[in-house]
């Protein structure tokens, strides 16, 4: 649990930097979201923490999170289905598939992609500063077994 104690110091710290006071709400914000493996948006985070502590407004998450945001602890993605979801801004550098079907969000590194994206850059001129690739798909239904798809 380390990791995830040094994260939510991290997570402390640029919250006092923004002036906001350290209450126990906000550190109880701030371990589900360390916590958390997923990309949750603020509704999930709101949940997690509200089963802790049912004084826990909407309101002081949203609040949190902004800041964070601002100060660089987080990442916000605004995914296709249009709600805002969270990842920790120290890992590192991936790309997401999100499931059409289900909203689960997958994230993924492939070289092979990073170097194709730099050397299209290279020839139009330009170096890559920073990027974000989502990739929208649903699952492949499963092959009957016994059934191969022969080309004729």
Do not use: N, W
Not at 118 to 146: D, M, N
């Amino acid at each position: 649990m380390r990791g995830i104690d040094q994260r939510v110091a991290v997570f402390e710290e640029q919250l006092r930097q923004s002036g906001l006071r350290m209450t126990q709400q906000r550190r109880l914000i701030l371990r589900v979201l360390a916590e958390a493996d997923d990309h949750p948006d603020a509704k999930g985070i709101f949940t997690r923490a509200f089963a802790h502590d049912p004084t826990l407004s909407l309101s002081t998450v949203y609040r949190t999170m902004k800041i964070l945001e601002t100060q660089g602890a987080i990442e916000r993605h605004a995914f296709e289905d249009g709600v805002s979801r969270y990842e920790h801004a120290d890992q590192q550098h991936h790309d997401h598939l999100i499931d059409i079907e289900t909203g689960k969000v997958v994230e993924f590194s492939s070289p092979e992609i990073e170097a194709l994206q730099a050397k299209i850059a290279a020839e139009l001129g330009y170096e890559i500063v920073r990027h974000r690739l989502e990739l929208y798909g649903r699952r492949k239904p499963p092959t009957p077994r016994g059934k191969s798809k022969a080309k004729t």
